[in-house]
């Protein structure tokens, strides 16, 4: 599953613990390397992308590990969000999430906040304190993307796909799990709203990592892409 439990619940959170999470000195934090510039691609320049990506059957599904991709969240990669000082859990909740409450000390933190989860439409409610129904999700699965050729990667290569803020979104923990590892023939958001940009952030990152796509996959991408509205096309 493409998907690493954003929350803290409360059993799991000491006020000691809260307390150095709070004040915790941070370098940076800025939300300007939370994204890499032009993505994800508009619709005209996902279809672009998605006519140039190899289409080929997944490989090598059964060697699948998430080991594979590092035993964790990494700050110590060049990708969005690298080497800015914060956990990447931490960068994705800043950059997703509004109406912000970050540690006094330690802007890296995220105390609370709301998400309007892409997935469903839904507003989510987020406390460091308590459990939460957000989760960090790989867009691209890592399962997925080791089948579409993740598989040949250097450890390095797969620890940055895996922490790549572009990759990865905050979203509704149901809708994810439901989503696992699926390609979006087997899966789309339940919030159609979304499907428009779902496909363009998808096409973006298989076009990124040069990821292959599957015949079906492919044509369920066209689709998605084709709810773009016209202004956007």
């Known amino acids: 599953m ?15 613990q809260l307390d150095r999470a709070e004040h915790r000195t941070s370098p ?10 032009g993505f994800p691609p508009d619709a005209a320049q996902a279809r672009t992308q998605l006519a140039g990506l190899t289409v080929a059957w997944g490989k ?7 080991s594979e991709f590092g035993d964790g969240w990494s700050d110590d990669v060049d990708a969005p969000g690298g080497r800015n000082g914060c956990d990447t859990r931490d960068d994705v909740l800043r950059r997703d999430l509004k109406d912000l409450r970050e540690g006094d000390r330690n ?21 460091y304190r308590r459990a939460s ?54 899966w789309k958001p339940p919030d159609h709203g979304y499907w428009c940009a779902y496909g363009r952030r998808w096409t973006g990152i298989k076009h990124k990592y040069r990821l292959t796509v599957t015949a079906p ?13 016209a202004e956007i096309r």
Do not use: F, M
Not at 28 to 37: D, E, M, V
Not at 217 to 229: N, R, V, Y
């Open 133 to 186: 129904q957000i989760q960090t999700d790989h867009v691209v699965a890592l399962g997925a993307a080791w089948r579409a050729g993740a598989w040949a990667w250097t450890p390095k290569e797969r620890l940055t796909y895996a922490n790549d803020l572009d990759v990865l979104l905050a979203t509704d923990k149901t809708a994810n799990y439901e989503k696992s590892s699926k390609t979006p023939d087997k």
């Open 107 to 127: 802007p890296c933190v995220v105390l609370s906040g709301t998400l309007h989860d892409p997935y469903t439409g839904k507003d989510l409610p987020y406390s």
């Open 2 to 16: 493409g998907a690493l439990l954003v929350v803290c619940a409360a059993t799991a959170c000491t006020p000691p």
């Open 217 to 229: 996959e492919k044509l369920a991408l066209q689709d998605l892409l084709a709810t773009c509205p």
């Open 28 to 37: 940076t934090a800025t939300p300007r390397t939370l994204a890499s510039k």
């Open 60 to 66: 090598n599904w059964e060697t699948y590990e998430r």
